[in-house]
């Protein structure tokens, strides 16, 4: 099966693929946004593979990220969770719950055994 054509389809492809190579699975979820790490770098990725208007403007950038990540979600394709925020960190302004995302366990392991690459779910997923 080939790349997936369209935009959504080549996101999801590399949203799979990612949270597959950094282990993000089951209890292990990532929140959006540019405080922590591995945030950043899922972040940072995402706007080297699909960059915006503004290149290097990380508000944009994360907004359209959490659209991708919620879609995905509300599609059946990644669990959803929460994280507290006790504002333990400079610069997050409020405190509260923030979504967190993670590759469901059947996804996993689809793309760990080799019955599919993330390019056939994204394909799969919007063509």
């Not at 597959?20 to 770098?41: A, H, K, P, Q, W």
């Not at 359209?64 to 925020?85: F, M, P, S, T, V």
């Not at 302004?93 to 993330?118: C, K, M, N, Q």
Request: aromatic share 16%; glycine share 10%.
């Amino acid at each position: 099966m080939s790349a997936p054509k369209t935009k959504v389809g080549k996101v999801a492809s590399f949203l799979f693929q990612w949270l597959f190579d950094n282990g993000y699975v089951d209890r292990r979820r990532i929140t959006v946004g540019y405080i922590y790490d591995d945030e950043l770098e899922l972040l940072e990725a995402f706007m080297a593979a699909f960059p915006g208007r503004e290149r290097f403007d990380y508000e944009a950038g994360k907004r359209r990220l959490a659209k991708y990540l919620n879609q995905l979600h509300r599609d059946g394709w990644l669990e959803k969770g929460r994280r507290y925020n006790d504002c333990q960190y400079e610069g997050e302004a409020r405190s509260g719950w923030y979504p967190t995302f993670s590759l469901p366990r059947r996804e996993y392991d689809r793309i760990e055994l080799g019955v599919r690459t993330a390019d056939e779910m994204g394909k799969r997923y919007w063509g």
